[in-house]
């Protein structure tokens, strides 16, 4: 079974000040993890994603998250948050499961930019 | 804009009606998923066709049923509504299906049971 939490359901920032979104997941293999932007009224649409090459995974506007095995998390971080970035930001943990690969996402972090 | 199309972006109906929902992936995708997005459950994975089979199922109810066409768009149909089903749902579409390669997000329809 696999699953993931994100740590905070609200995450508020100023304009120009590093963002730091938490992730940790459970899982019984090896995962394929992702950050999900969804701004309002939008689909979803992929930051980034970890499938085992490199655990530094930089993404697009900015973003980039650190797989971390020891302690079961992919934090999404960028060092300098703008107003665009205010959005629902989930994490998602992917595992095959009998030849598929069966998504399951957090609930999400509201990302909050303050002028 | 994905290029992943979903119609209607409204749907209101009543309770105990049945709905469908459409969807059209991206030019050469052959992989559609389902989502149900809502308050209390969140973002939850419903089923995934590949090529016109069905490839994965996540918590899809019983009365809710899909179907992916020749064409390969899909439709999501669902019945006997209750005002528990109320939500938002996506659908995303990818190129292959064996691996988690990028989905890419239609603009979902939002479904309100009266």
């Known amino acids: 079974a696999q699953s993931v939490t994100q740590l905070d359901s609200h995450v508020s920032v100023s304009e120009g000040t590093p963002v730091l979104l938490r992730c940790n997941y459970s899982?019984?293999?090896?995962?394929?993890l992702f950050w999900y932007v969804q701004h309002p009224n939008k689909g979803l649409q992929l930051l980034l994603k970890?499938?085992?090459?490199?655990?530094l995974v930089k993404g697009i506007n900015g973003f980039e998250a650190e797989f971390k095995k020891s302690e079961t998390s992919f934090h999404l971080t960028k060092p300098s948050a703008h107003m665009s970035d205010a959005a629902e930001y989930f994490c998602?943990?992917?595992?095959?499961?009998?030849?598929?690969?069966?998504?399951?996402f957090g609930r999400g972090t509201s990302l909050i930019v303050h002028p | 804009d994905s290029g992943v199309t979903q119609t209607p972006k409204h749907l209101i109906t009543a309770t105990g009606q049945r709905v469908t929902l459409r969807c059209s992936p991206r030019?050469?995708?052959?992989?559609v998923y389902w989502y149900q997005q809502s308050l209390d459950q969140g973002l939850q994975f419903l089923i995934q066709?590949?090529?016109?089979?069905?490839?994965a199922k996540g918590n899809i109810l019983e009365r809710f049923s899909a179907q992916q066409f020749p064409d390969l768009h899909s439709e999501l149909n669902l019945s006997s509504l209750e005002l528990g089903d109320s939500a938002l749902y996506f659908c995303?579409?990818?190129?292959?299906?064996?691996?988690?390669?990028?989905?890419?997000f239609g603009p979902g329809t939002r479904l309100t049971v009266l």
């Open positions: 970890y499938t085992s090459a490199a655990t």
């Open positions: 066709y590949y090529n016109g089979e069905e490839r």
């Open positions: 899982s019984s293999y090896s995962p394929s």
């Open positions: 030019s050469g995708d052959l992989s």
């Open positions: 995303a579409s990818s190129v292959r299906d064996r691996d988690h390669n990028e989905q890419f």
């Open positions: 998602v943990v992917s595992v095959e499961t009998g030849g598929s690969y069966i998504p399951t």
